[in-house]
Structure formats: C-alpha cells, structure tokens
C-alpha cells in the first residue's frame, strides 16, 4: 500500500489528499512543486518526501519558517501513520506511513 496524506489549511475549508509515489516529491510555494502550498510564509522549495522500499520520509530544504513534525522543528524524519507536519498554516497529516517494520532509514 503506497502512503498517503492530508493536507489541510488551517484557515480555510481546502483539503486535499495525495498517494505519494517511490522517489522524490517535493513541496513548497513554487508552482511547479508536487505539492504545492501557497502562502508567503511557505518557502518557494520547502521540502520534499521521499518514499523507497516502503520507507516514507521528509526532509526540510532548510526552509527559512522550517517544517515541524508533531510541534517539533525537523530537518529529516521517517513518517509513520498519525503523525502530523505544519508547514506555515498548513498541517499534513500522514494516513498511510512507513510500516514500523520497513523503518531502514533515518
């Protein structure tokens, strides 16, 4: 089963879900990002998520409002279901992770 997430916007009714596919997707306020978070305190390359062999993992581009992961700063993290990412007014929310058992990277 591939992940999945939730992304909402803290100020508005917008939620989106995206299946996230092996290699790179990446998110940020340029339009030609995956994933694509438009707001000025979301830096144009933000982040990314990378999923191999059924490892999902994000990681800050060194993002100048960072990315935070259960309310704490985060620059490389393995995701697993439940766990929650804010980048500037938008939470995403990870409904399909890392199957605790497939945890090779960090």
């Known amino acids: 089963m591939l992940p999945e997430i939730v992304v909402s916007h803290e100020?508005?009714?917008?939620?989106?879900?995206?299946t996230l596919q092996e290699g790179f997707t990446t998110f940020g306020r340029y339009t030609d990002s995956e994933i694509c978070l438009d707001d000025p305190t979301v830096s144009r390359d933000h982040g990314a998520f990378l999923l191999r062999s059924g490892v999902l993992v994000v990681?800050?581009?060194?993002?100048?409002?960072?990315?935070?992961?259960?309310?704490v700063r985060i620059r490389?993290?393995?995701?697993?279901?439940?766990?929650?990412?804010?980048?500037?007014?938008?939470?995403?929310?990870?409904?399909?992770?890392?199957v605790p058992s497939q945890d090779l990277v960090t």
């Open 11 to 18: 100020a508005s009714m917008m939620l989106r879900s995206y």
């Open 59 to 71: 990681e800050d581009h060194q993002s100048s409002n960072g990315t935070f992961m259960n309310g």
């Open 76 to 98: 490389r993290r393995v995701l697993y279901q439940g766990d929650r990412l804010t980048v500037g007014p938008f939470e995403i929310y990870v409904k399909q992770g890392t």
